[in-house]
């Protein structure tokens, strides 16, 4: 999943500005992300505005040569009601006029006022408000892997080609990162139940420790539960 942030200001400094805000923002953290830079409410920013693209963060200027932002925020609020939206502007007296329209915005940040502080903790805040699902990222071998951590169910060994095997609820992903290696990088919600296997604790629906069989709030079910392991799984359900 992939947070995009979409910017217009009709300031070439200001984007740019904006642009490494974003970028510092977004390096303390595993999200995917995209930004998108416009100086006009031009025809490629409306494509975008009409996009499918999910996870929106719009930071938009409220004057450009051609178009009003506060135009712009009641087309997006039209049929989006998720996408968080911040105000940047030189315009400080437009704040009343905004709050009338009720479009729902995050914030209203003037250019003028200390507005890196602002902008960088109303990024803080929209990442909260779109509840994104973390996302790690590694590269191996020249391929670029970028995985749901929620979506993950469990992670196994695949004795043949000695690669570990990430199964999630929609695909699998092979990889020569050991059991070890991935459960450091996938943290802490990620437990050892067998030797070959650790699950994600937050996908287990229910353990049969007779049976030794674990199942996946999905409906999927594995039988790799050792008694070694066993005591790592008090308290998951």
Do not use: Q, W
Not at 49 to 63: A, G, R, T
Not at 77 to 94: A, C, K, Q, Y
């Amino acid at each position: 999943m992939k947070v995009n942030f979409i910017v217009c200001d009709d300031n070439v400094m200001t984007l740019k500005k904006v642009e490494r805000i974003i970028s510092r923002s977004m390096m303390g953290n595993k999200l995917a992300y995209k930004t998108h830079l416009f100086n006009d409410y031009n025809d490629k920013f409306m494509e975008t505005l009409n996009s499918s693209m999910s996870n929106k963060i719009y930071i938009l200027d409220i004057e450009t040569p051609t178009r009003s932002g506060i135009d712009i925020a009641r087309k997006i609020r039209f049929n989006d009601v998720n996408s968080v939206i911040i105000f940047l502007t030189g315009h400080e007296e437009l704040g009343l006029t905004i709050l009338k329209n009720e479009l729902m915005f995050l914030s209203f940040i003037n250019k003028y006022d200390d507005y890196e502080v602002r902008m960088t903790k109303s990024i803080k805040k929209a990442l909260e408000l779109l509840k994104v699902k973390n996302v790690v990222r590694f590269e191996e071998r020249g391929i670029i892997y970028t995985i749901c951590l929620d979506d993950v169910l469990y992670v196994t060994k695949d004795s043949v080609d000695r690669k570990s095997v990430i199964k999630t609820i929609h695909t699998e992903f092979k990889t020569y990162k050991t059991l070890s290696e991935l459960n450091e990088l996938f943290g802490d919600k990620f437990i050892r139940t067998h030797k070959s296997c650790i699950v994600n604790s937050d996908r287990v629906a229910c353990i049969n420790k007779i049976k030794r069989i674990i199942k996946f709030n999905n409906g999927e079910t594995i039988d790799l539960l050792s008694s070694k392991y066993k005591k790592e799984l008090r308290g998951i359900v």
